[in-house]
Nanobody, 117 residues
């Protein structure tokens, strides 16, 4: 199973970025998809998640600024990030939950987002 994340980079505060994560190699279908982030010296935290039915969940710190979406035909999840702040600087990881009794989770390699003030 491979999760290929892309779209990170350097942006000034107030700017926007769009992250993408394409999933390949899964045998079963995908249930939930999500984005996590980890800033230096901090624990990894959930940023946003989306179920197979399209229900979404966001961290309070990104509500109103970030939007998660998915393309089931392409097994891809996106994170549109607007009004970025220096506090959003982190490595962003995509995560998917596989349908099945074990509900296995898979992680992408991470993509760095740096927001300068």
């Amino acid at each position: 199973v491979q999760l290929q994340a892309s779209g990170g980079g350097l942006v000034t505060a107030g700017g926007s970025l769009r992250l993408s994560c394409a999933v390949s190699g899964l045998i079963r279908s995908i249930n939930a998809m999500g984005w996590y982030r980890q800033a230096p010296g901090k624990q990894r935290e959930l940023v946003a998640a989306i179920t197979s039915g399209g229900n979404t969940n966001y961290a309070d710190s990104v509500k109103g600024r970030f939007t998660i979406s998915r393309d089931n035909a392409k097994n891809t999840v996106y994170l549109q990030m607007n009004s970025l702040k220096p506090a959003d600087t982190a490595v962003y990881y995509c995560n998917v939950e596989e349908v099945g009794p074990l509900a296995l989770h898979y992680w992408g390699q991470g993509t760095l987002v740096t927001v300068s003030s």
